[in-house]
């Protein structure tokens, strides 16, 4: 566990050196060039510092192994840094607005446009290869802090495809108008994104259940064992707390079984839902009151 967390964090440190030298690249890019869609670029390279930290510490909190105070551990502090990077998000697609449209009002001519666009090219690229390196380890390590980086990281190459459209478009057609427009679409683009990073975020820590498909292999042993042992189940119930999965069900076994019997049998469940903290109830298959309690909350 502390192998796996030290991972994570690095990875959260790579974003780190993405974001500084994204910023720097995008700021000379502006500087050369003047174009708002660059400027908004370095702001949104900005929050990716300020994301990519947030991470680093939320990671950090969220490998403390449980203790007394804290029994189910902390792996939820990792919403803290997906929800709030979403958040950030929404919030540097209100700057990019903010910023364009004036200049929708009084078009600015753009300089050097040829140069600007090569170093936010180069910004991106950086920022692509990243955001692959970490979805994929948010994938492996079902780390939404991660993959909340990484699909921060991915509206960024596609705001800078924007960009470069952009000021390409003004270039070709000397229509100055297009840059703003450009922006602001790419802008609408960024909303989506940050609201869809909150909403799983919240949902997280209003503790859904695990995956559909977890939860339908999860039936299937059901299933599977209830024809091979002769035993029911009832009130599954799932939540994820970031990486971590709990699950709890109600395993009903013939009358005449023994503690130790069915002990055995949800043992076996166990080891099927490897990776899942698991906690089952044993009942009496034939008593009545062993139905009082099927309903998910009491
Ligand atoms: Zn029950």
Avoid at 104 to 129: D, K
Avoid at 232 to 245: G, I, P, Q
């Amino acid at each position: 566990m502390p192998t796996a967390s030290t991972n994570l964090e690095r990875y959260a440190w790579l974003s780190v050196a993405a974001a500084l030298a994204t910023m720097g690249l995008k700021t000379l890019a502006w500087w050369l060039t003047g174009s708002v869609g660059l400027l908004s670029d370095a702001i949104e390279s900005l929050v990716n510092l300020a994301a990519a930290l947030l991470a680093v510490s939320m990671l950090r909190v969220a490998a403390t192994p449980p203790d007394k105070e804290y029994p189910y551990g902390l792996s939820k502090a990792e919403y803290f840094s997906a929800g709030t990077e979403g958040a950030l998000i929404v919030l540097a697609a209100a700057a990019i607005i903010a910023t364009a449209l004036p200049r929708l009002a009084a078009p600015q001519p753009l300089e050097a446009a040829g140069l600007g666009l090569g170093i936010n090219v180069v910004a991106s690229g950086i920022n692509l290869a990243v955001a692959l390196i970490l979805l994929r380890a948010g994938k492996a390590h079902r780390s939404i802090t991660l993959e909340a980086d990484a699909r921060h990281l991915m509206t960024d190459v596609w705001t800078s495809a924007g960009v470069v459209v952009g000021v390409a478009l003004v270039f070709a057609t000397g229509w100055l108008v297009l840059d703003p427009l450009v922006a602001i679409a790419v802008a609408a683009n960024i909303v989506w994104q940050g609201v869809g990073l909150m909403r799983r975020s919240v949902a997280g820590l209003l503790d859904s259940a695990i995956p559909q498909e977890d939860r339908d292999a999860i039936h299937k042993i059901f299933t599977e064992y209830s024809r091979r042992y002769g035993v029911s189940f009832h009130a599954l119930r799932t939540r994820r707390a970031a990486a971590r999965r709990f699950i709890s069900f109600h395993l009903l076994v013939p009358d005449e079984w023994s503690v130790a019997q069915a002990h055995r049998l949800s043992e076996r469940i166990r080891e099927l839902l490897e990776g899942a903290t698991i906690d089952t109830h044993i009942e009496p298959i034939s008593d009545p009151a062993s139905y009082d309690d099927q309903k998910l909350d009491r």
